[in-house]
Structures are given as C-alpha cells and as structure tokens.
C-alpha cells in the first residue's frame, strides 16, 4: 500500500473486471479468436487487463489527511490568593506615590485626616492576611478620593459636616445659581439630597445614588442647583455615615473642552456649538447624562446605561451644560467634528 492512496488490490480488481469484459466482448460479439500458442490469449488478455489498472492508480483520488494538530497553548498559571493581594498593593503604592497632596500648616482636619489614613492603609496592607487586603485598600481609595475631592473645590471652602439623615441651611455665594458640593465615606451608596421645602411645599430630589451592595460607588457629587433670593439654602440631607456639604459660586464648573474625567454626580459646561461628546462609563453600576434645562434644572435625558460603556452622543448645540449621573469613574470627549472649530 502507498500511503495517501488505496491499496493496489482495488486498483488490480478494477483492471480485471475492465479486461475480462473488454476480452468477451472481442471473443462473443467480434468473433476474435486467439491463434497461435496458448500464450498469445494470455498475452491479450493481460494487454486488455494492466492499462485500466495503471489508470486506476494514476487518476485515483487522494486520501484524506487528518488536519494536524496545533501545538496547545502553555496554560496560564493563576496566581495564588498571595500573589494577588501582593500586586494589589503594589498598585495602590504607585498611586500613593502619585498623590500630589502635602499637608501644611493649615490643612483642612477632614483632608489630613484622609492623608493619614491612605497611609496607613499602605502600611498596614503590606503585612496583612491576602484576605483582609482588598478591604483596607478599598479604604485607602476612598480616602485617596477625598484628596482628590479637596483639590478640585479649593481650600478656602466653609464645609457643613453632620451624620445620617439632617435637615441644614447653607449659606449660599450669592443669589444666582451656585455649585453644590457634597461628599461622604460610605462607599455603598445609600445617599441622597433635597432642596427643603416649606409648609405645603414637597422637596425637591437635586440628586441621590442608591444602596449598592456589592459593588463600591463614589461618595461625592458636584451638582449646579438653581439661585433662591437669600442668603442660605435649606437642604434635606439622607445618607447612613458621615457627610459634608457646601455651596460655591457657579464660576468653579468645570468645563469640557477636549477631554474631561471624573467620578461621581457632576454638572460640566460645554463650548456652545458642540453637538457630539464621547462619554465612557469605566464602573460597574447605572449611568445617565441629561442636559440641564434654562432654569438649571435636569432636562432631557441623552444617554443612560448600565457598567462599562462607551457612547458617542448627540448634545444640543444651544444647551451649555450636561449633567453626568454615574457610580464611578466617567470620561467625557469632545470628538473629532464634533466641535464647531473641529
């Protein structure tokens, strides 16, 4: 047997059967008899016989072959619970030497405090069980969070501190609209914030993130709410833990001009004539981006969703503010065309 081939039994048979037919026909229907010696019959019969074997084996189709088998990939080790927690606090090392907040002598108790404990945290995360790991490092974030929270408000802000649910007055920049600032350490959520009625008036939802579980979301939120003749805001506070709120001028809204991120609740400003924005959602948890109404209240909703996304949407051109609402990290981009200079 050739290999890829049949065997030459196949081929030997198909040329018998081919040549004895071929011999009767010439004897029964021609009336050809072999003359001379015996082997002049044996001679014909085998010239009728080999030419239909060899064709048989040079035409003969080739077998097919079992495909070869890629060489498996080395499978990926998972790492140990060890190895894991040491990376992680590796990654949060790098963080920490990335924090640009130094304590001077004037620094807010709240944010030296926060300092302290990302600190710690790193120190105490080093020398843990694996286990415990995940837990302090959640901590050391949120505290990490808190700094970055104090930097983007300024130093020179008047905090109104209290615990679970209160009612408080704010003192208000002046009697335009103004920036609400508001951020607590519970990382499950559970928190809202109305702007207090009177005898006969309902509050009103400025914003609020529910209950989570599983999943930490941010504690802070950056909202613009609407100017009220006076010098005070009446706010109805919920949340579980700590908190600390504030009002500042509207001036200190951030802006979006080729790329913004942030975390949490936050009312942005857009160049007018920008009809397109990138927004990405990098967190598990729901999300929605509104355009703020003439009377900066929440309007239309352009966008919403649930964990990790990325969107391009359509933004009115008239409207110069949007609100993102989101648990976690989110990115904003003004896209290519997008801007009336793009």
């Known amino acids: 047997m050739t290999a890829g081939r049949a065997s030459w039994g196949r081929f030997l048979g198909y040329g018998l059967l081919s040549g004895t037919a071929a011999f009767a026909l010439l004897i029964l229907a021609v009336g050809l008899l072999p003359v001379g010696e015996g082997w002049t019959g044996l001679l014909m019969y085998l010239a009728l016989v080999v030419p239909p074997t060899l064709a048989a084996r040079r035409f003969a189709p080739a077998a097919k072959r079992p495909p070869t088998a890629l060489p498996a990939a080395p499978a990926k080790r998972r790492p140990t619970a060890a190895e894991a927690a040491e990376r992680a606090v590796t990654s949060y090392g790098e963080l920490l030497r990335l924090e640009t907040y130094r304590p001077g002598p004037e620094a807010d108790p709240d944010d030296l405090a926060a300092y302290r404990t990302a600190l710690d945290v790193y120190d105490e995360a080093k020398h843990s069980a694996p286990a415990r790991v995940p837990e302090l490092l959640e901590r050391g974030r949120a505290a990490l969070d808190r700094l970055d929270s104090a930097r983007l408000a300024g130093t020179d802000i008047t905090w109104i501190r209290g615990t679970g649910d209160t009612r408080v007055q704010v003192p208000a920049p002046g009697d335009g609209p103004a920036l609400l600032l508001f951020e607590t350490d519970d990382r499950h959520g559970g928190f809202r914030v109305y702007e207090g009625g009177g005898r006969g008036v309902r509050p009103r939802e400025l914003f609020g993130v529910a209950y989570e579980a599983w999943s930490p979301v941010s504690g802070r939120a950056r909202v613009l709410v609407p100017g009220r003749r006076g010098a005070r805001l009446l706010l109805d506070v919920r949340a579980p833990g700590a908190w600390r709120i504030a009002l ?45 109404t003439r009377t900066h209240r929440t309007g239309r909703l352009l966008a919403e969703g649930h964990d990790s996304a990325h969107l391009t949407v359509a933004v009115p051109g008239s409207r110069l503010t949007l609100r993102v609402d989101a648990t976690g990290e989110w990115r904003l981009r003004t896209p290519k065309g997008g801007h009336p200079t793009g």
């Open 248 to 292: 500042r001028p509207a001036g200190e809204i951030r802006r979006l001009e080729e790329e913004l991120r942030g975390r949490g609740i936050e009312t942005v400003l857009k160049d007018e004539g920008c009809r397109l924005v990138e927004f990405e959602h990098r967190a598990r948890g729901p999300f929605a981006l509104h355009e703020l």
